[in-house]
């Protein structure tokens, strides 16, 4: 199985500034072929089920605000929150899809400062 | 917009088997391929397997000998039954619609709709 390592564990930001969360990939999720990165990106608040927020790596979902940006390609990804709101704690998951079992990481919180 | 919700006990005794369903609503089943995904509390996520309509499935190595994933069309259902279970059974219980991709000879999925959840503990 592709072991998915997210860091930090949590992480706590002042309102409007920046948050920033690393995925690593065990082996790389970058598929030749279609010239694609098969990772996305769940944001799940207290209470509720993972809400898909980037697929592709870096392809916001539709409704997705654009502050969430992700990045990073191969083994190393990240996904940046530029300013951070309120309303953006919760638990950050990254997940691959490149072969089966997909697998995600553990989760990163985060909280405001 | 489709709709998913899991139900069914969310007590179980060790060694007895977990039986939950998902019932779709919103959208047709058919078509589509279905996970169950799960949770222990304040731990990650784990996908346990998927259905296609067809019957077509899949599971996690990790738990392949102990899952089955079944299907209703015409109740617009899925179920998944977990047996031998343990306290490392313990968790909210998903379901959830996948994307498909055919990868290296089987389906990979990312997963843009979800139930609610349901807690399932097992305890005596």
């Known amino acids: 199985d592709i072991v998915m390592t997210q860091s930090p564990d949590s992480l706590a930001v002042s309102l409007g500034e920046r948050a920033t969360i690393h995925c690593k990939s065990s082996q790389s999720v970058f598929y030749t072929s279609s010239n694609n990165d098969y990772l996305a990106w769940y944001q799940q608040k207290p209470g509720q089920p993972p809400k898909l927020l980037i697929s592709w790596a870096s392809t916001r979902e539709s409704g997705v605000p654009a502050r969430f940006i992700g990045s990073g390609s191969g083994t190393a990804f990240t996904l940046t929150i530029s300013s951070l709101q309120a309303e953006d704690v919760a638990v950050y998951y990254c997940?691959?899809?490149?072969?089966?079992?997909?697998?995600f990481g553990q989760g990163t919180k985060v909280e405001i400062k | 917009q489709v709709q998913l919700q899991e139900s069914g006990p969310g007590l179980v005794k060790p060694s007895e088997t977990l039986s939950l369903s998902c019932s779709v609503s919103?959208?047709?089943?058919?078509?589509?391929?279905w996970s169950w995904i799960r949770q222990p509390p304040g731990k990650g996520l784990e996908w346990i397997g998927y259905i296609y309509y067809s019957g077509r499935t899949n599971y996690n190595p990790s738990l392949k000998s102990r899952v089955t994933i079944s299907v209703d069309t015409s109740k617009n259902q899925f179920s998944l039954r977990l047996s031998s279970v343990t306290s490392a059974d313990t968790a909210v219980y998903y379901c959830?619609?996948?994307?498909?991709?055919?990868?290296?000879?089987?389906?990979?999925?990312?997963?843009?709709?979800w139930g609610q959840g349901t807690l399932v503990t097992v305890s005596s």
């Open positions: 919103g959208g047709s089943i058919s078509g589509h391929y």
């Open positions: 959830a619609r996948g994307e498909p991709f055919l990868m290296f000879g089987d389906y990979t999925f990312w997963f843009d709709s």
């Open positions: 997940q691959q899809y490149y072969t089966t079992p997909q697998t």
